[in-house]
C-alpha cells in the first residue's frame, strides 16, 4: 500500500482564525504563533483540542468515497511534558470522546520529537481528532494526518479558475496566498497545478501578477459564466490537459489548505466517484465560524436553497451534523455545487457540454443539476464569502434570477417540476404590494426576453447589455445623507429622522386582522378592485423577499433601507403605474399561454449549439 500525507495540522493568522479559533484549536489557553522561527506555541498548561472543523479528519466519507485503508497522526512537538490522546465523533457526539488505549506520552525536550500515532477507526465513527494536555509550553510544526491508500493513486492535474470584476483587493491577496503557498510549496500539488484568473473588468496588472502557474487573462465582461467557462475551455486545451477543474468566487477569503486538501482528495477517489464534483461550504465572511451552506438544490417553489440548515462550525455537534446529512429524493434530484468552491472533472464538462450563457445567477445551479453527478463535501473544504443578505441587488435578483431559471429548465430540463411561473407571479406581487414598481417591472423585462426565445440570448454581448439596462432601470438608492435631504422636503415624511432609526424599527412589522389580511390579499395594498391612496409612511428593509404586512398596510409612502451598505430610498404609491403593471403582466402572460410549447422546442434545441466549444469560443472572442 502507498502512504501519502492528506491533510496538514492547520493553524493560521488572518482575521477568521483570530476571531473564531475554535474553528483550528479549542483550548484554555492561547495558541501563539512565532513568526520568526515558523512554529506555533501552545502557551502553558493546559488542554488543546484539535478535534475541530479544520482539524479532525473526516473517516467516514473517506472510507465512503477513497482507498484510504489506514490513518496516522504525525505530530513534531517539543518542550514541557504533554500527552495526545485520540478522540471521535459518532452520529450522536456533541463533544469528543477519547478513544480508548490510543494515546502517547511524551516526557519534557528541548529538541523535536515525532509521534507517529496510528489511529484506531471503527464502523461508528464520523470523524476523528486529537487532544494535546500539557504541563507546560509546548510548540508544533510540521503535523498531518497520513493516510495507507490501497491501489495507485490518480493522476491529476488540477486547475483553479476565478472570474473577477473590479474585486482587487480580494483576487490579489488570493493570488499572493496561492502563490506562496502552493505554487511555491513543496507538496505535490505544486507540479500539478495551474491558476487562471479571468480579468472580465481588466483592471488587473496581468504582467505583474501573472508568474509560474499563475496566469491573468484580460477578459471581456461576460459575466461569471462566461469567465468560467473560459476557464473551462482553458484548463481543456492545456498541456498537460487539466483532469479537474476548480471554480472560485472572487470575492472569497481562502485558506489555501482547502485547496490541497482538494487535490489530496481527488487523488484517491475510489474508480465510481472520480465523476463526482467536490463542493465546498460557503462560511460567512462576516461570522465566520458560521456555514451559510456547502450543497444547493432548486425548491418546489422555484427558488435556490441550502441543503443543510444553518451551521455553527466551532460547535462539535454541528461538525457531525455537516458530515452525516443525507439528502432528501427532491433534493438529490435537483441539487448542485455553487461555483464559489465547485471542483468539477474534465470528463464531465466534455460529456455534458459547457454552461448557458446568462452572465451571472443561475449558471452554477444549472449545471450541477444538468451533469447529474454525485457530489463530495466535507469539512475543511470552504471559502469565506460574502453573505448575499448583506448585497442584495435587484437587477440580480428580479431580472437575471427570473430569466435565468426559466432559460435553464426550458432549454437544459433544470428542475422540471420546480414552478417558476409561480415564483415570478409572487415576486411581482410583492414587489407591488411593496410600492416597488420599478423592480417589478425588471420581473418583467426579465419575463418578457424570456419569451423571445434562444436567438435573444445567444447574441455575443447581449447578456451583458441587458444586465446593464437591469442595474440602470433597477430601483436606486442614496446615501443617507441624500436620503435624509429628500423626506425634509417632503411633507409626508415630516418628523422622519434618519437619526431615529435602528435595526429593530426597520425590521419591525405589525399584526393583523383576519378581515385586514384578506383585504390585503384581494387588493394589493388597496390598489386593486379597493383603491385607496393611503396616508403616512412607514420604514422597511430593502430585500426583495421580505414582506412587512403589516407595517406597510394602508401606507401612502415607503422608506426603503438598506442599513448594512447606509442606503435607501423613498417610494410613493401609485395606483395607476400599479394597473399598467397589471395590464402588462396579463399581456405577457397571455403571449406566454400561446407560445410556451413553441419556446420550449426552441430553447431545447438550442442547447447543443449553445452549451458547444465552438460557439463559446465565438462568443468569447478566443479565435
Known amino acids: 500500500?502507498?502512504?501519502?500525507?492528506?491533510?496538514?495540522?492547520?493553524?493560521?493568522?488572518?482575521?477568521?482564525?483570530?476571531?473564531?479559533?475554535?474553528?483550528?484549536?479549542?483550548?484554555?489557553?492561547?495558541?501563539?504563533?512565532?513568526?520568526?522561527?515558523?512554529?506555533?506555541?501552545?502557551?502553558?498548561?493546559?488542554?488543546?483540542?484539535?478535534?475541530?472543523?479544520?482539524?479532525?479528519?473526516?473517516?467516514?466519507?473517506?472510507?465512503?468515497?477513497?482507498?484510504?485503508?489506514?490513518?496516522?497522526?504525525?505530530?513534531?512537538?517539543?518542550?514541557?511534558?504533554?500527552?495526545?490522546?485520540?478522540?471521535?465523533?459518532?452520529?450522536?457526539?456533541?463533544?469528543?470522546?477519547?478513544?480508548?488505549?490510543?494515546?502517547?506520552?511524551?516526557?519534557?525536550?528541548?529538541?523535536?520529537?515525532?509521534?507517529?500515532?496510528?489511529?484506531?477507526?471503527?464502523?461508528?465513527?464520523?470523524?476523528?481528532?486529537?487532544?494535546?494536555?500539557?504541563?507546560?509550553?509546548?510548540?508544533?510544526?510540521?503535523?498531518?494526518?497520513?493516510?495507507?491508500?490501497?491501489?495507485?493513486?490518480?493522476?491529476?492535474?488540477?486547475?483553479?479558475?476565478?472570474?473577477?470584476?473590479?474585486?482587487?483587493?480580494?483576487?490579489?491577496?488570493?493570488?499572493?496566498?496561492v502563490k506562496e503557498q502552493i505554487v511555491e510549496s513543496a507538496d505535490p500539488i505544486a507540479k500539478h497545478f495551474h491558476m487562471y484568473v479571468m480579468d472580465n473588468g481588466r483592471t488587473l496588472d496581468a504582467e505583474k501578477l501573472t508568474s509560474d502557474r499563475i496566469t491573468v487573462i484580460p477578459n471581456d465582461n461576460v459575466g461569471g459564466a462566461g469567465g468560467f467557462t473560459r476557464g473551462m475551455i482553458t484548463a481543456m486545451e492545456q498541456d498537460p490537459k487539466a483532469t479537474n477543474i476548480l471554480l472560485m468566487d472572487d470575492d472569497v477569503a481562502?485558506?489555501?489548505?482547502?485547496?490541497?486538501?482538494?487535490?489530496?482528495?481527488?487523488?484517491?477517489?475510489?474508480?465510481?466517484?472520480?465523476?463526482?464534483?467536490?463542493?465546498?461550504?460557503?462560511?460567512?465572511?462576516?461570522?465566520?465560524?458560521?456555514?451559510?451552506?456547502?450543497?444547493?438544490?432548486?425548491?418546489?417553489?422555484?427558488?435556490?436553497?441550502?441543503?443543510?440548515?444553518?451551521?455553527?462550525?466551532?460547535?462539535?455537534?454541528?461538525?457531525?451534523?455537516?458530515?452525516?446529512?443525507?439528502?432528501?429524493k427532491w433534493q438529490r434530484n435537483n441539487m448542485y455545487a455553487a461555483w464559489w468552491y465547485c471542483c468539477i472533472p474534465i470528463s464531465v464538462i466534455e460529456k455534458n457540454g459547457l454552461p448557458l450563457p446568462v452572465f451571472v445567477r443561475c449558471d452554477d445551479a444549472e449545471y450541477g443539476i444538468r451533469c447529474k453527478t454525485g457530489f463530495i463535501t466535507m469539512n475543511s473544504l470552504c471559502v469565506w464569502h460574502m453573505s448575499f443578505f448583506e448585497r442584495y441587488n435587484a437587477a440580480v435578483e428580479r431580472y437575471q434570477t427570473t430569466r435565468n431559471t426559466m432559460i435553464a429548465q426550458a432549454t437544459c430540463g433544470m428542475a422540471p417540476d420546480a414552478d417558476f411561473m409561480k415564483e415570478l407571479h409572487n415576486n411581482i406581487r410583492l414587489e407591488l404590494k411593496k410600492f416597488g414598481?420599478?423592480?417589478?417591472?425588471?420581473?418583467?423585462?426579465?419575463?418578457?426576453?424570456?419569451?423571445?426565445?434562444?436567438?435573444?440570448?445567444?447574441?455575443?454581448?447581449?447578456?451583458?447589455?441587458s444586465f446593464m439596462a437591469a442595474n440602470r432601470n433597477k430601483e436606486q438608492l442614496v446615501d443617507f445623507e441624500t436620503l435624509q435631504s429628500r423626506a425634509d422636503q417632503d411633507p409626508e415624511l415630516a418628523g422622519f429622522s434618519i437619526k431615529n432609526v435602528d435595526r429593530q424599527l426597520i425590521d419591525g412589522d405589525k399584526s393583523r386582522s383576519l378581515a385586514e389580511r384578506l383585504e390585503d390579499l384581494i387588493t394589493d395594498n388597496n390598489q386593486r378592485y379597493i383603491k385607496k391612496d393611503g396616508a403616512g409612511y412607514a420604514v422597511i428593509p430593502l430585500q426583495g423577499w421580505l414582506y412587512p404586512a403589516g407595517a406597510i398596510r394602508g401606507k401612502h409612502k415607503l422608506v426603503v433601507l438598506d442599513w448594512y451598505n447606509r442606503k435607501g430610498t423613498i417610494r410613493t404609491k401609485d395606483v395607476q403605474r400599479y394597473q399598467k403593471l397589471k395590464k402588462r403582466y396579463?399581456?405577457?402572460?397571455?403571449?406566454?399561454?400561446?407560445?410556451?410549447?413553441?419556446?420550449?422546442?426552441?430553447?431545447?434545441?438550442?442547447?447543443?449549439?449553445?452549451?458547444?466549444?465552438?460557439?463559446?469560443?465565438?462568443?468569447?472572442?478566443?479565435?
Open 1 to 177: 500500500m502507498i502512504s501519502m500525507k492528506f491533510a496538514n495540522i492547520l493553524l493560521e493568522t488572518n482575521p477568521r482564525s483570530v476571531a473564531y479559533p475554535a474553528l483550528y484549536c479549542r483550548s484554555d489557553h492561547p495558541v501563539i504563533f512565532n513568526e520568526a522561527q515558523g512554529e506555533w506555541e501552545m502557551y502553558g498548561a493546559g488542554t488543546f483540542d484539535f478535534s475541530t472543523y479544520f482539524n479532525s479528519l473526516s473517516v467516514r466519507k473517506l472510507k465512503q468515497f477513497t482507498k484510504a485503508k489506514s490513518f496516522t497522526l504525525h505530530l513534531e512537538l517539543k518542550g514541557a511534558a504533554c500527552e495526545v490522546q485520540q478522540t471521535m465523533g459518532d452520529a450522536f457526539a456533541h463533544d469528543p470522546i477519547e478513544v480508548e488505549g490510543v494515546h502517547r506520552g511524551l516526557s519534557a525536550s528541548r529538541q523535536w520529537q515525532s509521534v507517529d500515532m496510528p489511529l484506531t477507526i471503527t464502523d461508528d465513527m464520523v470523524i476523528v481528532g486529537f487532544i494535546i494536555r500539557t504541563e507546560g509550553s509546548v510548540d508544533i510544526r510540521n503535523s498531518y494526518y497520513e493516510l495507507e491508500i490501497d491501489g495507485d493513486l490518480n493522476d491529476v492535474e488540477l486547475v483553479l479558475s476565478t472570474t473577477t470584476f473590479k474585486k482587487e483587493a480580494f483576487i490579489e491577496r488570493n493570488i499572493g496566498l
Open 586 to 623: 396579463m399581456r405577457d402572460l397571455k403571449y406566454y399561454k400561446a407560445n410556451i410549447n413553441r419556446l420550449r422546442k426552441e430553447y431545447a434545441a438550442a442547447r447543443a449549439e449553445l452549451t458547444s466549444v465552438e460557439y463559446w469560443k465565438n462568443y468569447l472572442k478566443m479565435d
Open 437 to 465: 414598481y420599478a423592480n417589478a417591472e425588471l420581473c418583467l423585462d426579465a419575463f418578457e426576453d424570456f419569451l423571445k426565445g434562444p436567438e435573444f440570448i445567444k447574441k455575443p454581448g447581449q447578456s451583458e447589455k
Open 254 to 328: 481562502v485558506s489555501p489548505e482547502s485547496i490541497k486538501r482538494t487535490y489530496n482528495l481527488l487523488r484517491i477517489l475510489k474508480e465510481e466517484h472520480r465523476e463526482d464534483m467536490v463542493s465546498g461550504a460557503m462560511l460567512n465572511y462576516e461570522v465566520g465560524e458560521d456555514q451559510w451552506e456547502d450543497i444547493g438544490n432548486m425548491t418546489p417553489q422555484g427558488t435556490f436553497a441550502g441543503c443543510k440548515p444553518g451551521m455553527r462550525l466551532t460547535l462539535f455537534e454541528d461538525l457531525i451534523y455537516n458530515e452525516m446529512f443525507t439528502p432528501t
